[in-house]
């Protein structure tokens, strides 16, 4: 079964940092494109960051500069390093896998991760 | 960058009803366009993608249409589980912009 497991929320105050994971299980994960979404309480989803299977990255105008992405192909991990936490960052993140192989066009996400909730707050 | 606009923001239907959602690309993206549905504190699930093709395991009630700029998501007959906030994304190149989201409800 394919799976993604967020970690590392939690509560940091403005100005600070967290690194958050994601642990792939059921698949290939050298070989597919992942991506980090968020979901602010009662709003809608925003994509926040995407790296490609050959380590090229792509990052929201909103993050840019302040939080990074990688992944470890040897331990099936994605990660968001994020700094210069706001407020505006307060939210839940939700890794999610591109659909298919690279070969296949396109960027459309599943399956999705259950989410690590980020609040921050002074 | 390409915005996505979905309408209506939210709707609310009889059960048995025909249901759509639309929305609109403001440059063409082809058929690089994919449907989401997040049930109330779950996870979104992919319901399409290509514009009209329907992700394994959903209901044949769900379709999508469209290519371009213009789009459209329809459940032919709306039932108590199909309850949800749904989003059209752009996948075509980044950024992977997400519609506003469609919330739907029962009457």
């Known amino acids: 079964e394919v799976q993604l497991l967020e970690s590392g929320g939690g509560l940091v105050q403005p100005g600070g940092s967290l690194r958050l994971s994601c642990t792939a299980s059921?698949?290939?994960?050298?070989?597919?494109?992942i991506n980090w979404v968020r979901q602010a309480p009662g709003k809608g989803l925003e994509w926040v960051s995407t790296i490609t299977e050959g380590y090229t990255t792509y990052y929201a105008d909103s993050v840019k500069g302040r939080f990074t992405i990688s992944r470890d192909n040897s331990k099936n991990t994605l990660y968001l390093q994020m700094n210069s936490l706001s407020v505006e960052d307060t939210a839940v993140y939700y890794c999610a896998r591109k659909a298919t192989v690279t070969t296949i066009p396109g960027n459309w996400f599943d399956p999705w991760g259950q989410g690590t909730l980020v609040t921050v707050s002074s | 960058d390409i915005q996505m606009t979905q309408s209506p923001s939210s709707l609310s239907a009889f059960v048995g009803d025909r249901v759509t959602i639309t929305c609109r690309a403001s440059q063409g993206i082809s058929d690089y366009l994919a449907w989401y549905q997040q049930k109330p504190g779950k996870v979104p699930k992919l319901l399409i993608y290509a514009a009209s093709t329907l992700q394994s395991g959903v209901p044949s009630r769900f379709s999508g249409s469209g290519s371009g700029t213009d789009f459209t998501l329809t459940i032919s007959s709306l039932q108590p589980e199909d309850v949800a906030t749904y989003y059209c994304q752009k996948y075509n190149s980044a950024p992977w912009t997400f519609g506003q989201g469609t919330k739907v409800e029962i009457k």
């Open positions: 059921g698949f290939t994960f050298s070989n597919y494109v």
